[in-house]
């Protein structure tokens, strides 16, 4: 026995640790949900671990375990439409993304094209919103009595230009609001292009429309693909969006599923939406890996080649308009949120009536909580995941484990919603009765966000040499002590990064927050939806400004931290 | 300090032996030396002794003790780095005092534990203790490095890194000190200083020393003892003169110091001489002998002597062209062609002298007691 705990060093300890909780809060979470999608009724796995009765009762529900939700799926169902649904609205998203990108793209990086900072830098608007905040401020824009929908009618319109409750709505904010995605990849993509082949094509007496036709585009089509795929999953996976804009005749598998746990406790319909999303997610990722392999573009080119950036006005000029075009509509989608919030009444006019701070007021006299609430859950999601991180880190590069390299690529499949069901499937009874508690909403938090920071911190740990670690050890440190005082402070910077990544997901998170969150532990996302959904839109609108303005002030702070670092 | 003994050591890699047959038995006290070409198992032999690779059969005794099963932070052998290792975050004083802080952390309770924790991440929060400082500055006294303490190592010289890798190693007084190729990263110059420090602190505090390099002028000026390595084996183990004027092959002859090799064939033995047939007509007399007939006569090329018009009388003589001549300050060196070998000459150069020409006709002669056989 001694020998045994001689050999579990601290270290080794550790290690048990967290495979414990990955296979505790990730992979029977995951497979109990699969078991589900059979049995129909939730199945109490660990109650059977503990007990006799529960164990028989787990055996008996196997017994009668059937094949019906499939064939019901399959066979045309009321679900089948809603997958069907689903794909099509991720499959244009990622189209129109592709097209819209594109040209952007290239103007950054192989243009002078006029304003060429200032559009990079408002590309990455879009990313601080929580996607159904951008939904319900299409709303008011583009709604029945939105300013957009005024002016329209003003230059002689009828109706609406655009119904945002709608398919077409649902995939204008997704295209909007997650092309920032595709698009750094694919300015990569364009860099790395090779230059030279360029210029043997335009040697040979090639026009530069035609270069780009059979030799600058071709090159970059791999890479636009695999952009493409991360869209589809992005949009798939996305929750915040339809559940604002779906109206109810639009059947989309998130929403549904959602619908199934929140609102009718069928656990069966829900279990099998789930193994569905993850499926389709898990073998989009797939196709993108298999698409990407043995292809790096930090690599492709060896020496980084200097491009000629084209200065051709003609070309140019029409770039940066497109670019503005499509920069330009966050932009409102802000200004219109901002605006909202201060206004008194503001109905189907281009102004306001008036301006006020009540609604503000308002915020910081009753919901406070809320913004209390979501930086404690994000600061606890941020602690934890910053210890799982740094040590699995560690056990990746030094022991090269696979296992917890797989573990943390999971997450970034499991669509938000999918997790959220499988957590609260699984812990919804004795003896692990963790479902509405501000724990397991944590624990959910970290483990969505995990893959970030690991690959956050799994940089840094690779930059630090293994001798460093055993000089450490060879003066007498042991394997854990030297973790902690050599290891951990030289993976700082790469946490410093991570952290504020997790941080600011975390506080935009909304699938999770919606599914998991007790009342009493509601954060901003879950408030701010909550008003959506009662149409109370000032205060939603001003409570919206708050977040945004949160997650501009952490991602100064993170570019502040990232540029001291390289100095 | 303690005696370093390795009894039959082996060492696989994934099937693949990169250590076999490693006998050695270094004494207290002695400065030795592993010498040998990249790759044949110096740093593999050190990492066996330090703990970090498992030996695959064969026992290591550090100070009489088989350590086995000690792990790698229980050996108590200072290790410097090839890299030096220095802890990037801390500054050089933190650096020396890591393992006296790690000794502190071993003997103390939970509350001061947690003091001493605190002071490796941050050493302004927590004070050293007066003993830990009065330590940690005299041996930074003793390599030279007292102005320099409170700076990061990053900050540092070459030369002055390395001094904080020693420093750091020889405060824990370790039972031996063992260097990876220490010398390896420093420029010609700072290599030839550090040379007579490394030495004189060795000297000075009689600290067993396992010392591993490729060069074989480092080993022959530093080591006590020198254990010559080629693909995982040991070839010879002696002193520097030992194996300068004894090497016990044609490999340790050529990488030990620079020789000529000559195959031939034995014709005679007479008179205590040997004689070898190493061309159609030329013969070679050593003074070595063997029972081989088939045999490589070693000169070394200072003890090559140019016969010129003072009539020494030679039991060698051999008459050549001379291909190149090299100047090399206090000597001259001559490539020469006898009979089909190529033969290196180093003669003194004494100012004044003219340097032999290129293409000219050159008569050399060794004494017999000079041409080892082996
Ligand atoms: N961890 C390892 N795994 C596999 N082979 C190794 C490992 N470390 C060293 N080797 C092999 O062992 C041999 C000896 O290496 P090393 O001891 O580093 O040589 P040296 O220090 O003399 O240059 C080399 O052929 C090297 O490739
Ligand atoms: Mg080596």
Redesign the pocket.
């Known amino acids: 026995m001694r020998g045994l705990i001689n050999k579990i060093n601290g270290l080794g300890f550790v290690k048990f640790l967290i495979y414990g909780f990955f296979i505790l809060f990730l992979i029977i979470p995951l497979l109990s949900v699969f078991l589900v999608s059979f049995t129909n009724e939730p199945i109490n796995l660990f109650g059977s671990l503990v007990s006799v009765d529960q164990f028989q009762r787990t055996v008996e529900q196997f017994k009668n375990a059937t094949l019906e939700n499939y064939k019901s799926i399959f066979s045309y169902g009321h679900y089948f439409t809603g997958l069907k649904n689903s794909l099509y609205l991720s499959f244009i998203v990622s189209i129109l993304v592709l097209l819209l990108c594109m040209p952007i793209a290239y103007g950054i990086a192989r243009t002078k094209m006029p304003f060429k900072k200032t559009i990079s830098a408002l590309c990455t608007i879009p990313l601080i919103f929580p996607t159904f905040i951008s939904a319900y401020a299409f709303i008011i824009m583009f709604g029945r009595a939105g300013w957009v929908t005024y002016i329209y009618q003003q230059l002689g319109g009828e109706g609406m230009l655009i119904d945002p409750y709608s398919m077409t709505g649902i995939a204008l904010v997704q295209v909007f609001f997650f092309f920032p995605y595709a698009l750094w990849p694919m300015v990569a993509a364009f860099k790395v292009s090779d230059v030279s082949l360029e210029e043997a094509s335009r040697n040979m007496g090639s026009k530069g429309w035609l270069t780009f036709s059979t030799v600058t585009f071709p090159l970059a089509l791999p890479g636009m693909l695999s952009t493409a795929l991360v869209i589809f999953a992005v949009s798939f996976s996305d929750f915040g969006t339809p559940i604002i804009l779906a109206p109810s005749d639009l059947n989309l598998i998130v929403v549904d599923a959602y619908r199934e746990i929140a609102g009718f406790f069928n656990w069966g319909s829900a279990a099998i939406l789930t193994v569905i999303m993850i499926a389709v997610a898990g073998f989009v990722y797939w196709l993108q890996n298999f698409l990407l392999k043995g292809r790096n573009y930090d690599t492709l080119s060896g020496k980084p080649k200097q491009v000629k950036l084209n200065e051709n006005k003609a070309l140019t000029v029409p770039l940066s308009i497109f670019s503005w075009f499509v920069v330009i509509i966050p932009l409102l989608t802000l200004a219109t949120v901002f605006v909202q919030s201060i206004a008194k009444t503001w109905g189907l006019e281009p102004l306001p009536t008036g301006y006020t701070l009540d609604h503000y007021r308002t915020i910081f006299s009753s919901s406070l909580g809320n913004i209390q609430n979501s930086l404690l859950l994000a600061g606890g999601a941020l602690v934890l995941s910053v210890v799982v991180a740094s040590f699995v880190s560690y056990f990746v590069v030094r022991h090269r484990s696979t296992g917890l390299d797989f573990m943390t690529t999971v997450p970034l499949i499991v669509p938000g919603i999918a997790f959220g069901i499988a957590l609260i499937q699984t812990f919804n009874t004795a003896p692990l009765h963790l479902t509405g508690t501000a724990f397991i909403l944590i624990v959910a938090y970290s483990i969505r966000r995990l893959p970030y920071m690991v690959r956050s911190t799994v940089g840094t740990m690779r930059a630090i040499k293994q001798d460093i670690e055993e000089a450490a050890i060879n003066l007498g440190a042991s394997t854990l002590t030297a973790a902690i005082t050599i290891i951990g402070p030289l993976m700082l910077p790469g946490i410093a990064a991570g952290s504020v990544l997790v941080f600011i997901t975390v506080i935009k998170e909304t699938s999770i927050s919606v599914l998991m969150a007790p009342p009493d532990w509601a954060p901003m996302s879950l408030a701010i939806f909550q008003n959506v959904l009662r149409a109370e839109y000032y205060s939603a609108a001003a409570m919206s400004v708050i977040l945004v303005a949160m997650v501009l002030v952490l991602q100064g702070l993170a570019s502040l931290l990232s540029n001291r670092n390289k100095t | 300090m303690g005696s370093v003994e390795l009894k039959q050591l082996k060492k696989d890699?994934?099937g693949?032996t990169?250590?076999q047959n490693i006998d050695l038995d270094i004494k207290e006290g002695e400065f030795f030396a592993l010498l040998?070409?990249?790759?044949?198992?110096?740093?593999?032999?050190m990492?066996c002794i330090a703990g970090f690779?498992t030996a695959t059969s064969g026992t290591i005794e550090i100070g009489g003790k088989d350590v086995a099963k000690l792990s790698p932070n229980a050996r108590n052998c200072g290790m410097v780095f090839q890299s030096y290792a220095l802890f990037p975050h801390m500054n050089v004083f933190d650096n020396v005092a890591y393992s006296l802080n790690i000794k502190e952390l071993k003997k103390n309770n939970l509350f001061k534990k947690f003091g001493v924790y605190t002071r490796m991440l941050n050493s302004k929060l927590v004070k050293y203790p007066k003993e830990i400082k009065e330590k940690v500055n005299n041996i930074l006294e003793y390599v030279e490095l007292s102005d320099h303490a409170y700076k990061l190592t990053s900050e540092l010289s070459g030369g002055q890194q390395q001094r904080v890798a020693l420093a750091r190693a020889l405060v824990m007084e370790p039972e031996v000190l063992l260097m990876?190729?220490p010398l390896s990263n420093l420029d010609l110059k700072l290599r030839h200083t550090m040379r007579n420090t490394i030495r004189r602190i060795q000297q000075e505090l009689k600290i067993t020393t396992i010392f591993?390099t490729?060069d074989q002028e480092e080993a022959m000026s530093m080591a006590d003892r020198i254990a010559v390595?080629k693909d995982?084996e040991i070839l010879q183990v002696g002193t520097p003169t030992d194996l300068y004027s004894n090497p016990k092959t044609p490999f340790i002859a050529d990488f030990v110091g620079t020789s000529n090799i000559i195959p031939g064939t034995v014709v005679a033995r007479e008179n205590g001489l040997t004689t070898v047939r190493i061309g159609e007509q030329q013969m070679i007399k050593s003074a070595t002998q063997t029972e081989q007939d088939d045999v490589k006569a070693i000169i070394r090329p200072e003890n090559l002597t140019v016969i010129g018009e003072e009539n020494e009388s030679f039991d060698n003589t051999f008459e050549g062209e001379i291909l190149f001549a090299t100047y090399l300050g206090s000597t001259v060196r001559y490539d020469i062609e006898v009979e089909g070998h190529k033969l290196v000459v180093d003669t003194t150069y004494e100012s004044g002298n003219q340097i032999r020409q290129e293409g000219s006709k050159i008569k050399l002669g060794v004494l017999p007691e000079r041409v080892l056989l082996i």
Request: net charge negative; aromatic share 4%; with cysteine.
């Open positions: 890699f994934s693949v990169v250590l040998g070409p990249s790759g044949c198992g110096k740093t593999t032999t990492r690779e990876d190729e591993v490729h390595m995982g």
